[in-house]
């Protein structure tokens, strides 16, 4: 350390005043330099070797610093040769990879800490840090939205960007217990629909559900998803897939039924009136991934718990169970009624 270092009036400010914390290889080495190059600059040293000088008192005896380093580039290359910077980048890339980005977080905690982990990990191309911010959602769906979002984007800015304005959106997408849907037949482009409640004969709780209206749904094809029989569902909540609902009329009442192979409207709720939201998707076992949140425009089955078959409809307008769940006409999919 110099001479004018150690005689200055410039050290008794340091010594009266709050000191960085010492350098002990659990720190951004670049990150807690620039703090003590600020708490140096506020003390009116700005010489870079005085600085070093004094950056060497701060560091841990284990950390053995070249007798010579008097540039803040030495200093952090010294820094940056020693195990424990190899450990904490080698846990920055762990904790990297098993980061979660959770909905109730503050999305700029959350942003912070990703482009933190990606510093400390020197994770720098812009390929990898995107892929590392896909992993973090658990959500299949907003992951492949992001996915396709990401594709042709060269600004990591751009990207953050994109992720902020997907994430507070997507929610607004989603379909909850209490949302008013319209079902759609994919294949046919019919709404599932119901009309008054005409029993099937005198006195039953029955009534016919068909496929029909492919222009503006109008009120016959609106439909409540509602708690299954036997529970009771938190209004708001959103519907993961694999989860079981009710599907309730909004004109008559009527819930959505099945007995054996034939789909009706139903003046009552029962265990046959429980139906299962699952992926429509061509390969076996896909279907029982419960990963994500059953969203407007998604391709899904509806699969009667009781009877265990997918609801059906073909060119003939009539709404059965039938098929193994993976063929066209059982493939459906639900918008927001209004929207």
């Not at 000088?53 to 008097?70: E, N, Y």
């Not at 005409?198 to 068909?210: A, Y």
Request: proline share 4%.
């Amino acid at each position: 350390m110099s001479d004018h270092f150690g005689s200055s009036c410039k050290l008794p400010l340091i010594a009266v005043t709050v000191h960085p914390s010492k350098y002990n290889g659990t720190q951004d080495p670049e990150s807690w330099l620039q703090d003590l190059r600020f708490f140096c600059r506020l003390h009116g040293i700005e010489e870079e070797s005085e600085i070093v000088s004094f950056a060497i008192l701060k560091v841990d005896p284990m950390i053995s610093i070249p007798k010579k380093t008097c540039t803040f580039t030495g200093f952090l290359n010294a820094l940056k040769s020693h195990i424990t910077f190899h450990v904490m980048n080698a846990s920055a890339l762990h904790n990297l990879r098993c980061i979660q980005y959770n909905p109730k977080e503050d999305m700029t905690d959350f942003i912070s800490k990703f482009l933190s982990l990606c510093r400390t990990a020197n994770i720098t191309s812009l390929e990898e840090q995107k892929t590392y911010l896909l992993n973090s959602l658990l959500d299949d769906n907003i992951r492949n939205i992001l996915a396709s979002k990401f594709r042709n984007v060269d600004d990591f800015d751009w990207v953050i960007r994109l992720f902020q304005g997907i994430m507070y959106e997507y929610p607004m997408h989603q379909i909850r217990y209490g949302s008013k849907i319209t079902i759609k037949h994919c294949s046919t482009g019919n709404f599932l629909s119901h009309g008054e409640h005409i029993p099937i004969e005198t006195g039953s709780q029955l009534s016919k559900v068909s496929c029909d209206g492919m222009s503006r749904p109008a009120a016959n094809e609106i439909w409540i998803v509602s708690s299954p029989y036997g529970e009771n569902k938190v209004p708001g909540d959103p519907i993961h897939y694999n989860s079981i609902i009710s599907l309730k009329h909004e004109t008559t009442g009527g819930s959505l039924h099945a007995t054996e192979n034939n789909v009706w409207s139903f003046m009552g709720r029962s265990e046959n009136s429980n139906w299962l939201v699952r992926r429509h998707t061509t390969e076996p076992g896909y279907h029982n991934d419960p990963n994500g949140v059953w969203a407007i425009g998604d391709i899904i089955i509806l699969e009667n718990v009781s009877n265990k078959l997918p609801l059906y409809s073909n060119d003939n307008h009539n709404v059965s169970l039938d098929g193994d769940g993976y063929e066209e006409n059982n493939k459906w999919y639900a918008e927001i009624a209004g929207q």
